[in-house]
């Protein structure tokens, strides 16, 4: 009787050994027959599932996002205004190995993206996915009177997406300097221009 194959498994499978190759040996060297060594399938099995090679690191980008978005709303699933928001903003850091990780693997792509129009268009399609969650916290968090009235929600979100994006290029680069306890410290400083200064109950 022939093997039953789960086809959205195996494709997992692939794209998880594209992650490892890309972090081991960089972007550049992530190969179908680097992945096909690292997977222990075929190359003609990853032809299968894949067209080619910028098929193959998209489908990457695209599953490390996916795990991303799913993680971020079981978190902020019970939560609201600006609690939801620094919560956003704390999955978004690489504050850990899991976070490193896909930071890096983020980076890969932006300085891909620069060369190629097909990867940039992925990645801003990717970036307007995320932003769209980060709006819709900072909307919650308006509708609560919890941002200060100069603080619009487009402005906001543009702010705390580029903080986000220097925070982990700088903790991706000089971790020694840029170590989790000072970003927690940085993004409450940051959140807090946001707030509404609630009066003294003195």
């Given at each position: 009787m022939p093997k039953i194959v789960d086809h959205e498994e195996r494709r997992r499978e692939l794209v998880a050994a594209v992650v490892r190759v890309i972090m081991r040996d960089g972007i550049e060297r992530c190969t179908l027959r680097a992945v096909a060594r690292e997977s222990g399938y075929s190359s003609g099995v990853l032809?299968?599932?894949?067209?080619?090679k910028e098929d193959l690191l998209t489908a990457a980008?695209?599953?490390s996002h996916e795990r991303i978005y799913a993680r971020i709303a079981e978190k902020l699933e019970p939560l609201a205004g600006l609690v939801a928001v620094r919560e956003f903003m704390l999955d978004n850091l690489p504050l850990d190995d899991e976070r490193l990780t896909e930071t890096r693997l983020e980076l890969t792509y932006w300085a891909r993206a620069l060369g190629?129009?097909?990867v940039l268009a992925v990645q801003r399609?990717?970036?307007?996915?995320?932003r769209s969650m980060l709006v819709d916290v900072l909307e919650d968090a308006r509708r609560r009177d919890e941002l200060a009235p100069r603080a619009?929600?487009?402005?906001?979100?543009?702010?705390l997406l580029a903080f986000i994006d220097g925070v982990s290029l700088h903790a991706t680069l000089h971790p020694e300097r840029m170590?989790?306890?000072l970003q927690h410290r940085l993004?409450?400083?940051?959140?807090a221009r946001l707030?509404?200064?609630l009066p003294s109950t003195s």
């Open positions: 032809a299968h599932y894949f067209a080619g980008l695209r599953l190629d129009e097909r399609e990717e970036a307007a996915r995320l619009t929600v487009d402005v906001a979100a543009t702010r170590t989790p306890e993004l409450d400083d940051e959140l707030a509404v200064e």
